[in-house]
């Protein structure tokens, strides 16, 4: 009878035990998210060299600069609500959204009036059938402190698809970090020009025109003026991808003179560089956090410090009490609360 009364309390127990552990699981500690740096925009290429469909949001948080704008009626083709105006030109913005999808249709229900590029002006026209639109930048002036009547403007980067091929390009906007790569590359540099390699002074870097016509909006060209030892000016486009007219003269050196001894030089340089910037990571944030930090990766739980180490500063913040939000581009957005990572949105 006791063997069966202390089976029986046995059996009770461990039955007990097991509704318990299904009834009251133990908390579960938050899963840490780990994020990769969105890559960066290109400075040293064009807004249109880099655009892709699959790659805009890259440009979110980019700086914009429109030089003097020549034929508002052609473009930049340019609408904002009611009342917000326009400087025409010698402005600076900065890309805060990218529309996708049906643009038009969207514009429309947005109740926007035109500012630039009249010609377009009737979002209802059959003109827009004859458009390839290829973006539709949201942008805000920089000009402007005043954030409540700081309306967005809408710049439809299009061309027709009929001559004569009027458009509002890429071109009609500078990149501004484009442009400041390109000063500090060539500007009071000595370069090479490659068809006859003559040696000229690269003296400034500066905004020249690339159309001159009715129908074509105020298009610019970033543009080199060179000097040689004559006193002759030429004015040349920087390299580029698709025209590479000149280069600087220690370019053209090392391309003439590199062995391969050399290349493996630069090639353990810099994988040396890598592994310093690795320890000072690890020596600052410590053997997991440092690991992530030195391959640009942030996760929940770090803190401002630290993923402004890893992915640099924001193009936009804003704060409320103890909550800070972070702005990058790709659309992601940093979520911190007293100072630490609580979630990452994309």
Known sequence: MKIKLLISLSVLFVTQNFIFSQTTPGKKKPEEKVATKPPAYDSTKTVEEQFKPENQYQFIGLQLFLPQVINPQSGPIIFSKKGSGLEKGNRNYTVVDILTGDVIKELKQKNLVNLCGSRYKDLNSLLWKEMIIHAVFVLRDNNKEDTLN????YWIVSESKQAPYSSSYFNSFISAPYFAKQNKLYENQTVIKLD???????????????????WQDSAYKISCVLENEKGKEIRLSPPSEKERSFITEKEYNWLDHANRNEKEQMIKEENERREKHKAECISKFGQQNGLLIA????????????????????????????????????????????????????
């Open 150 to 153: 700081n309306v967005p403007l």
């Open 295 to 346: 391959q640009e990766k942030i996760k929940t739980g770090m803190t401002t410090g630290m993923c402004e180490y890893a992915w640099g500063k924001p193009w936009e913040f804003s704060k409320t009490g103890t909550t800070e939000v972070w702005f990058y581009n790709w659309k992601y957005s940093l979520h911190f609360d007293k100072g630490t990572l609580v979630k990452i949105k994309h």
């Open 196 to 214: 006859d390699k003559s040696k000229w002074v690269c003296k400034k870097v500066t905004f020249r025109r690339s159309k001159d016509s009715e």
